[in-house]
């Protein structure tokens, strides 16, 4: 008996196809683990995104709200501020036409605590772009809507791109009390008040999701170390970030 007949009897064994099925099934799996075992390290290719994260601006000082019944001029509650602003654009490797469903802000997270303080994180006011009230408290995400145009106190974003904010604040950091005739609101009060940067020192991630028309959601996580800056020395602080290597978008 020669190969050819050898092979030929092997076809027509019921074993032998069933380890050739389990084998091609064996094989696609491999590689349907492997492509998304990529996709989970990768993410979404670029020119797959209809809209990317352009520029994020983060812009930080401080303030301090009076206390009542205080015995000087000053008697201030110190909180931290960083305003945060997020900027998201179209694709200009894409191909076809695509809106902006809604751009939002999910699963916050305090990745490091600070020494001193609390952090809350708002949403933009409807009248003076951002106040530290509980009414504005981000409970559970903060939801932009596509839209026309980008108006912020109405939480709109322009459906071909634009700008969202955020504030993250470290609240009751401190007191400072002074009798001095003026106090500037700024950073510098936490250095007069003796609040070092190691103390205040914290860091954030986020969640941003991009919805768009067609009912495709891209998700990427934003991780961020506030504040920026030597606000202790300067009082008002800002840096601009373009690079996000670090942010992978995929689909949920």
Do not use: C
């Amino acid at each position: 008996m020669n190969f050819i007949d050898d092979f030929n009897r092997l076809k027509n064994n019921k074993m032998f196809h069933t380890i050739a099925v389990i084998g091609i099934v064996l094989i696609l799996l491999i590689i349907s683990a492997f492509i998304m075992l990529r996709y989970q390290v990768e993410g979404e290719d670029d020119k797959n995104l209809p809209f990317i994260l352009s520029k994020i601006i983060v812009i930080s000082s401080a303030e301090g709200i009076n206390n009542d019944g205080t015995d000087t001029k000053w008697d201030l509650n110190l909180i931290q501020n960083n305003d945060i602003y997020i900027s998201v654009d179209k694709n200009e490797q894409y191909k076809k036409s695509e809106v902006i469903k809604s751009l939002s802000i999910q699963n916050i997270i305090v990745d490091k605590s600070p020494a001193i303080g609390n952090i809350n994180n708002y949403r933009p006011a409807t009248e003076g772009l951002f106040q530290n009230e509980e009414q504005y408290i981000i409970k559970d995400e903060l939801k932009y809507l596509g839209s026309t145009e980008t108006k912020i106190g109405e939480l709109q974003i322009g459906n071909q791109g634009g700008t969202i904010l955020f504030r993250s604040s470290n609240t009751n950091i401190g007191n400072y009390k002074s009798n001095d005739e003026e106090i500037i609101h700024n950073g510098t009060l936490l250095a007069k008040a003796g609040i070092t940067t190691e103390q205040i020192n914290y860091s954030i991630k986020f969640d941003l999701i991009i919805e768009v028309g067609s009912g495709i959601k891209y998700k990427g996580t934003v991780n961020m170390n506030l504040p920026e800056g030597d606000i202790l020395g300067k009082g008002i602080t800002s840096i601009e970030k373009t690079n996000f290597d670090d942010v992978i978008f995929k689909r949920i």
